[in-house]
């Protein structure tokens, strides 16, 4: 491990700074549901052989140098000191132990990681709930990279349960843009022309976003300053990705698109449900984007090659898209929502905007819009961590000022969607069934369609 570990100490990037800071101390979760009861799962060991060789900021903490600039130094680690095992109330009902795994959740969603100390622990819940015969939860600062850096290293814990020799494989993720990568720079010109004048607009508008105009004040968006201190609940929900690849093949659109669509859709039938006027309430949406040109995760012999090591941190960005108001021809034909969110992110997609934004304006944009939206995609195969298969896999992330935020991620067949809640203001079951609701409407109007439509 020594030879592996550098003793320079590296500098923090910016973005990691302003997460782990007295404004916003941001973290992303990695939540395994075991399908078998936990037992032996050899945790020391695992996290000294592999965990901790993923990346030399596991195994350091933030100081200032006498420079002034913040570095990660490293420090001698006890794994043991990361590990939580909670203890719950003895009982026999797994609605029980899912409010006390509900209750546990929520706490550890607020809570600050101590600075003297690597950024991230693993909480053990080995008690059965509804859903899993016991939980093991990743928490990882995000200064010490997103949710591509952090869910590589992960992945990269587990091995294929039909055939731990062979790596994971992830759905394919096929540029949109590799049609006009082939194109000479005379038929780029008039896009490159119409790009740099969207990215102008956009950029003048994410500013003005991040200083001067906010969302209105509605039933996903309190306006309260310093919510992110306060108590969240998390809820999700479980699609078929075979179902949504029916849509997206029914109506000419992404993966992406359906999603996106759906979440709109979910989020204005919510609004309305709780205030009717909020269904016209002017409302953004900030969608985070990965900015690494790849198509899968690293492995662990891969991540400790020199040639990787941009890839690992921070790198993202995010796009600003109005959520479309619920009008009454929205209502007759929800897939508006589909095609509307296509054309928005094809637009913002165009647009060189995405990569101006700059990390202190970040706290400011979040808070000025009303929801947050990250995709991460997960494997194809079922996975185990020391012989454990592992039944669902999501990754909720917290510390924005945003009320609500939404996740998503594909395991295998399915994908899951989940929502992170501001506590006593947003009525989460309610929000849970409009957001099935919205799937449900817009799955049933897509198969009633008889042939694809074209939409370019």
Known sequence: MDQFYEEVQEP???????????????????????????DDLQTIPLLEDVFLRINPRFSSIMVRGHDGKMRWKRVQVKPEEHVKVPKFPECNSP??????????????????????????EIHIIKY???????????????ALGDGYSLMGALLSCLQRTDDPSLPLTFPSRVSSNSQHAKKNMFEKLP????????SMSDFGSSLIKARIIEDDKTPIRSGYQGTESQSFSLSKIS???????????????????????????GLRLYMQEIDYKARKANSTAVVMLNTRNIRGYQSVEEMRKPEVKGLWGNKFFFLQIVIPKL??????????FVWNAQKLIKKKRRSFSVYLAVAKIIYKTLGNSSVVISNIFGPMEQMALANHPVSGLYFPTT?????????????????????????????????????????DVIF???MEISETPNNN
Request: net charge positive; charged share 20%; aromatic share 14%.
């Open 239 to 265: 699609l078929s990705l075979d179902h949504i690849k029916g849509i997206k093949s029914k109506l000419g659109v992404t993966i992406n698109d359906v999603i996106t669509g759906m979440i709109f859709y």
């Open 95 to 120: 609605e029980l132990y899912d409010q006390y795994f509900g209750d546990y959740v929520s706490r550890i969603l607020s809570e600050r990681t101590p600075q003297n100390k690597p950024l991230w």
């Open 191 to 198: 896009s490159v022309i119409s790009s740099f004048f969207s």
């Open 128 to 142: 059965p709930t509804s859903n899993a015969a016991g939980t093991l939860i990743f928490k990882l600062h995000h």
């Open 12 to 38: 923090v990037s910016p973005p990691g700074q302003y997460f782990n800071s007295s404004v916003i101390c941001s973290y992303i979760f990695g939540f395994l549901k075991i399908a078998v009861p936990i």
């Open 327 to 336: 009008s009454q021809s929205r209502i007759s034909n929800p897939l508006e």
């Open 399 to 439: 510390g924005g000022p945003e009320n609500v935020d939404i996740t998503i991620m594909s395991y295998v067949k399915v994908l899951r969607i989940t929502f992170r809640t501001l506590k006593g203001f947003v009525d989460e079951k309610k929000f849970k069934f409009c957001m099935e609701k919205a799937f």
């Open 444 to 446: 049933k109007a897509a």
